[in-house]
């Protein structure tokens, strides 16, 4: 079965250090994999994706993901926080051969500290 | 552009109560989804439509689930009766039909349901 782990409920650190948000998957298929975000009452937000090619990919504000295949594994970086970084973020897979559909990890809420 | 419109934002029923919800996804976009999240959850897909046939609704709980897209743009996303359980917020994303492939969502805001 098709799954998606961000082992990190919660994740709090300092405005200006840098960041590493978690994500395991256990997927069938070659995946496509999306890292999104959600502030308080709001929809969600693409912030990157991978779908082929070069496994470091760049998104918005920021951010950036590696996908590593052997380890199975899509962990979102950024290199400085900024207090506007604070929401939850969530990873999510699919695959064509599941008919695209997305499954999302649990979330990670980060929490920024001035 | 305009984004994908939700509405209500919130609603509070008492169980065994009617409701629904109601997307209009952008503009262009065949492929409609209703998720689920419940709190401290990831969403969960209930119904994908492509234009206006639902293509997976596997995960719809068809005994009080039910979900139309009549002419292929807006869907509603009924619950009749409602139960405790299912307060959440039912997110309504959509992707144009060249994302189909590689599963780009854009989502709306999402309805949060509280059920009394």
């Known amino acids: 079965a098709q799954s998606v782990t961000q082992p990190d409920i919660h994740i709090t650190v300092s405005e200006g250090a840098s960041l590493e948000l978690r994500c395991n998957y256990s997927?069938?298929?070659?995946?496509?994999l999306f890292w999104y975000v959600q502030s308080p009452g709001q929809g969600l937000q693409l912030l990157l994706k991978?779908?082929?090619?070069?496994?470091l990919v760049q998104g918005i504000k920021g951010f950036e993901a590696e996908f590593k295949r052997s380890q199975s594994s899509f962990n979102l970086r950024k290199p400085s926080v900024h207090w506007s970084d604070a929401a939850e973020y969530f990873c999510?897979?699919?695959?064509?051969?599941?008919?695209?559909?997305?499954?999302f990890g649990a979330g990670t809420i980060l929490r920024v500290k001035s | 552009e305009a984004g994908v419109v939700q509405s209500p934002r919130y609603k509070i029923i008492e169980k065994k109560q009617p409701v629904a919800f109601w997307c209009n996804p952008i503009?262009?976009?065949?492929?409609l989804y209703w998720y689920r999240q419940n709190l401290g959850q990831g969403p969960e897909l209930l119904i994908r439509?492509?234009?206006?046939?639902?293509?997976?609704d596997s995960q719809l709980p068809k005994d009080r689930f039910s979900a139309e897209r009549l002419k292929g743009v807006d869907s509603t996303l009924k619950i009749q009766p409602a139960e405790l359980g299912d307060s959440a917020v039912y997110l309504c994303?959509?992707?144009?039909?060249?994302?189909?492939?590689?599963?780009?969502?854009?989502f709306g805001e999402g309805s949060r349901l509280t059920v009394l």
């Open positions: 994303a959509s992707s144009a039909r060249q994302d189909r492939n590689t599963g780009e969502l854009f």
């Open positions: 999510a897979v699919g695959a064509r051969e599941y008919g695209n559909k997305l499954v």
């Open positions: 991978y779908f082929s090619g070069d496994t």
């Open positions: 503009s262009g976009h065949n492929t």
């Open positions: 439509y492509e234009n206006e046939e639902a293509v997976d």
């Open positions: 997927y069938g298929a070659t995946p496509y």
